[in-house]
């Protein structure tokens, strides 16, 4: 069961979501901080599993192979749209989509081109 953390919140800084030591931590749609204790899986992850985290290690690793110059441009992207996502998730995002048509228009509306993910 979820606990909803008022006491010591501001404590945990101010951006707290995820597993921190043997917690979960989010924020509810209230904005409350939630807490429950942190869940071990109980079998081994499936085909698909694999599959997705190797295809989001592979951008990790593209995002972290880029000069300062690109990332920058993707910073400024992020900086730029009226979209609430950060430059990675974008990039993310960018790499895990054939075709996304949703780019050109970003890039488009903020006169910013990014390097492809690709």
Do not use: C
């Amino acid at each position: 069961m979820a606990h909803a953390i008022t006491k010591f919140a501001p404590y945990l800084g101010l951006v707290t979501w995820g597993d921190v030591w043997d917690l979960t931590f989010y924020r509810a749609k209230t904005g409350k901080l939630v807490w429950y204790p942190k869940t071990h899986p109980k079998q081994p992850p499936s085909p698909s599993q694999l599959f997705h985290r190797a295809r989001m290690s592979r951008a990790a690793t593209l995002w972290n192979n880029m000069t300062p110059t690109e990332r920058n441009r993707w910073r400024s992207l992020a900086a730029r749209a009226t979209i609430r996502m950060g430059p990675t998730a974008l990039f993310y995002a960018a790499y895990a989509d054939p075709n996304p048509r949703w780019l050109e228009t970003l890039e488009r509306q903020t006169r910013v081109t990014v390097p492809r993910p690709w």
